[in-house]
């Protein structure tokens, strides 16, 4: 008898023919009968959702619609701590550097921009103009979040995502995101450059000496290992070449947390859009989803990440006949369990992530992550 993991790969590849009636039968025989008893009928789904979203957990306050003025307990919170475990002024390394201190000249020049002059961002001014409203806690310093965009657009130019929107407008939501969670300048900045070295000319060299070697750094831990090294280009098998970025992606996340979640709000906004991606694709990136971002999520105790990242990956893993009957959230639930421990097998089975104690260094960022939560709660109370 197959178990339920593989029943759920099944499940999946076979809706993409469009031929689910076997798989479905295979499923009521063996497991939806059991869904049903264990988790009642579908109107337990809100109470589900509850569960997944665990007690005391809210979602978080929408975005403003223009930026407001900021309270000065707030903006000493942006300003001196915005990344708790990090001292203070650290998370504004870019604001000191040459993208927070060149005039417009002698920025273009540094940049490398063509002929000296600045991209136009009048095609992707919609969103350009809500991530200056999310940013609106760095108001001091919208000038390095602005540089970035211009450097994040020259380098993308010309590049599209699988909708045809300009490549560029994935790099700005996922700094949206981020900003979203109040991460701190140099987080930003490095989710609007996370993809430059990976998919462009420019180099981890060029982004420290126009941003500081904490953007640098942020940004080498979110950047595919296998387009870096020898050994990694190397491999010819793809499942080889994954795992080597895996565990470099892990290993580089346990050095600094906001490598994390900028990853974290990467793959989000992959998984908003991955409806545009050919049906192997969309199976592959929602398995991964739930095996290793959505547990990544719970452990540094990102709620809302975690929540939204599990409902599209079950979007993409189910058929609507099933989503129908049960709701994402029940079908959440259960996938999440069908995987749970994937993330930790990995952690704690792979020599080099188990003698450099991985496993822990990611769970000390649950603590993290809290006092970040914790500083901006009491920020916005005074």
């Given at each position: 008898?197959?178990n ?6 099944s ?13 479905m ?14 988790l ?7 109470a ?38 990090l ?9 000191r ?21 600045l ?12 991530l ?18 211009q ?20 790099p700005i939501?996922?700094a ?22 990976e ?9 420290e ?8 750094a942020?940004v ?6 296998s ?22 992606m ?57 929540y ?6 079950v ?10 009957l ?25 020599q ?31």
């Amino acid at each position: 008898m197959a178990n339920h993991q593989e029943i759920l790969i099944s499940f999946a590849f076979e809706s993409e023919t469009g031929d689910v009636t076997g798989v479905m039968v295979s499923l009521e025989r063996r497991t939806l009968l059991l869904l049903a008893a264990l988790l009642g009928p579908r109107e337990c789904s809100a109470a589900w959702m509850g569960h997944l979203r665990g007690p005391g957990r809210h979602a978080e306050p929408a975005a403003p619609s223009a930026a407001p003025a900021v309270a000065p307990s707030v903006m000493q919170a942006a300003l001196c701590c915005c990344s708790p475990g990090l001292a203070a002024g650290d998370g504004l390394e870019s604001a000191r550097s040459a993208a927070g201190t060149e005039s417009a000249e002698g920025w273009a020049r540094m940049a490398g921009l063509p002929h000296g002059e600045l991209p136009s961002l009048a095609p992707i001014a919609e969103h350009v103009t809500d991530l200056h409203h999310a940013t609106w806690y760095l108001e001091q310093n919208s000038l390095v979040v602005q540089r970035a965009v211009q450097l994040a657009a020259s380098a993308h130019e010309g590049q599209l995502r699988k909708n045809g929107d300009p490549f560029i407008t994935h790099p700005i939501e996922t700094a949206r995101i981020l900003a979203d969670l109040r991460m701190d300048l140099d987080t930003i900045v490095a989710g609007l450059l996370h993809d430059v070295v990976e998919d462009t000319d420019v180099s981890l060299e060029t982004i420290e000496s126009l941003f500081g070697s904490s953007v640098a750094a942020i940004v080498r831990g979110d950047t595919k290992a296998s387009k870096m090294t020898d050994y990694a280009a190397a491999l010819e098998h793809p499942d080889e070449r994954r795992e080597f970025n895996q565990r470099s992606m892990l290993l580089a996340m346990s050095d600094d947390w906001r490598i994390a979640v900028v990853k974290l709000a990467d793959r989000l906004h992959n998984m908003r859009t991955l409806e545009h991606m050919p049906r192997h694709k969309q199976v592959r990136i929602a398995r991964e989803t739930i095996q290793i971002f959505v547990p990544l999520a719970n452990r540094i105790g990102i709620d809302k990440l975690e929540y939204e990242l599990l409902l599209l990956a079950v979007d993409y893993l189910f058929p609507q006949e099933l989503k129908g009957l049960f709701g994402l959230e029940l079908l959440g639930h259960w996938a999440r369990v069908q995987f749970w421990g994937v993330l930790d097998d990995f952690l704690l089975k792979d020599q080099v992530l188990s003698e450099l104690d991985v496993y822990t260094k990611l769970k000390g960022h649950r603590q993290r992550w809290k006092s970040h939560v914790d500083y901006w709660a009491v920020a916005f109370a005074e």
